[in-house]
């Protein structure tokens, strides 16, 4: 899976809600607060269950009821299609729990 570039990822991030860059890696990330740790948790397991299906994980943090993620493709050293498909994946999650 090929690396995207740094405008390919500065349009996609334009249509994605929520997600921008890391500053400290070639990576992208999006910062989420939830009402609970229950709820925080309920959408971990949802997100964990389409990573592994895709065998392509997210670096992460949770503490209580915030979450920050992070998602780059290690083997190719920066954002793939994988993390995109992923990103859109969380967005759609999250769009169906406030709707």
């Known amino acids: 899976m090929a690396k995207l570039g740094d405008r390919e990822i500065e349009v996609i991030l334009g249509e994605l809600e929520g997600w921008s860059s890391c500053e400290d890696k070639a990576a992208i990330e999006r910062h ?3 009402k609970d740790f229950n709820e925080a948790f309920a959408f971990m397991t949802a997100v964990a ?10 670096e992460w943090t ?4 915030r979450l920050d ?3 780059m493709t290690h083997d190719e050293g920066g954002v793939t299609a994988k993390d995109i498909t992923l990103a859109r ?4 999650i999250l769009a169906n729990k406030t709707s």
């Open 69 to 71: 993620i992070i998602l």
């Open 32 to 34: 989420l607060v939830f």
């Open 49 to 58: 269950l389409k990573a592994e299906k895709m065998n392509h994980h997210p």
């Open 89 to 92: 994946f969380i967005n759609k």
């Open 62 to 65: 949770n503490v209580y009821h």
